[in-house]
């Protein structure tokens, strides 16, 4: 269960020259059709095999469907077992013969080891549309991590894990076939066993540890829930993420980011994935205790809601007008998501959501700042669907309005206000 692929560096690659020593790059040849036929159209030496082009390098134009090929060799500068990931597309051979990703190398220091790489870039159906790329990625999968970690950790006062998964195991149609894993699809939700089973090694130095996690989709982080002080979900940022979470880490801002999806604590926790129901799918329709709900995130300093305003009785045809007022009760500078919720108390059908955010709003306060937050709820927010797919505009049934830092049941009676609304005809 590797992820940990990176580009080969330009320090690894050479090619002969004409005197046979070798020098810095590999040759490149590109050819202006996907089969390498006919002569290149450009040939130079790159430093490395690692490139996202915006135009087809073979002529400089738009055009989808190029090949090209590389040729050099490979001088490792540590001794070790090296896995090889190639991009699309390609193939490669090192000293002759062909690898695959899950294929080891033994390699050693300063040894030199030939390379040869085919990329044959083929559109397909929807032309002009793919990003045209490459790269030779390895690793080496001699490396014992875990005792790299332990090491690392026995000089640190506080340890940050960065863990979770990547789209190099979470896809559509993938070739991946590990423990939690079938061709991009999930088989349980709980973190790669190896990180867990770090985790409780670093857990059991007795200090504090910090766990960033990333995945494009809810984790089951039950262990991690109970027993470490802090997680922060990342997701899959961009190329500022490392100098974002470090100044969330180090308190130069607080947090208020809110989960857009429920993370539950087991795949056993959900329907059969042929079951093509709602039933106790999404926050909208769930019965059971998730591990974080659908609009949870916590914050470096605290905020209390309070003076509710949801009229007694309201003709769901017209906007319903709600505002709360929300201080910032703690000592730091914070940015709150006030979050509205409907709960129908009389469900028409099963088909009803069982509570629904209707509308939400971002404030930032100073300490002991307030502000009024309103919104005028329109129909389409109040109402439901029937079983015919026709809209309905309740009458004559209650509701729960809910103003908060997330859905009711799951934060503090400080951190929420709610109020009944009876829906009547103003006919």
Do not use: C
């Not at 490395?48 to 050099?72: H, M, Q, V």
């Not at 905020?303 to 703690?330: C, I, M, Q, R, W």
């Not at 709820?377 to 908060?404: C, H, K, Q, W």
């Not at 859905?407 to 503090?412: M, T």
Request: glycine share 8%.
């Amino acid at each position: 269960n590797y992820s940990n692929y990176k580009p080969i560096p330009a320090a690894a690659l050479f090619h002969e020259d004409a005197d046979g020593t070798l020098v810095p790059g590999v040759k490149a040849a590109y050819y202006p059709n996907k089969t390498l036929e006919g002569e290149p159209t450009l040939e130079q030496v790159e430093e490395k095999i690692d490139f996202y082009w915006d135009r087809t390098p073979s002529t400089d134009g738009l055009n989808d469907e190029f090949s090209a090929t590389w040729d050099g060799v490979i001088v490792p500068e540590t001794d070790g077992v090296y896995r090889f990931q190639p991009s699309r597309w390609s193939e490669v051979e090192i000293n002759g013969e062909p690898v695959g990703e899950m294929d080891g190398i033994e390699m050693q220091a300063g040894e030199a080891y030939s390379v040869h790489m085919v990329l044959k870039f083929d559109s397909g159906w929807p032309r002009d549309q793919l990003d045209k790329y490459a790269y030779l990625n390895w690793t080496d999968v001699s490396r014992d991590l875990k005792a790299e970690a332990m090491t690392a950790a026995e000089d640190a006062d506080v340890i940050l894990f960065f863990g979770g998964i990547d789209a190099n195991l979470e896809g559509e149609e993938m070739g991946v076939e590990l423990d939690g894993f079938l061709g991009g699809d999930r088989t349980h939700i709980n973190l790669p066993e190896s990180q867990e089973t770090l985790l409780k090694a670093l857990h059991a130095t007795g200090k504090p540890v910090v766990m960033v996690n990333f995945s494009g989709s809810a984790m089951g982080l039950n262990w991690e829930n109970e027993n470490l002080p802090a997680i922060v979900q990342a997701f899959y940022p961009g190329e500022q993420a490392g100098k974002a979470i470090a100044d969330l880490l180090w308190g130069e801002f607080s947090p208020s980011g809110r989960l857009p999806v429920t993370f539950y604590k087991s795949v056993d926790d959900l329907p059969d994935f042929g079951d093509y129901s709602m039933a106790n799918r999404t926050y909208k329709y769930y019965e059971g205790e998730p591990l974080y709900p659908f609009g949870h995130g916590l914050s470096y300093t605290s905020f209390a809601y309070s003076d509710l305003s949801v009229p007694e009785a309201h003709d769901a045809a017209k906007p319903l007008p709600v505002s709360v007022t929300v201080t910032n009760t703690g000592d730091m500078p914070g940015r709150e998501v006030v979050q509205a919720y409907i709960q129908h108390k009389d469900r028409a059908h099963v088909a009803v959501p069982r509570i629904e955010l209707v509308a939400f709003e971002v404030v930032e306060l100073a300490p002991g700042e307030r502000q009024t937050i309103r919104f005028d709820l329109s129909p389409e927010r109040i109402g439901y669907y029937d079983t015919d797919g026709n809209f309905v505009t309740p009458e004559g049934t209650e509701a729960v309005l809910t103003l908060g830092s997330g859905q009711p049941g799951y934060v503090d009676e400080d951190s929420i206000e709610e109020s009944n609304v009876r829906f009547v005809s103003n006919e």
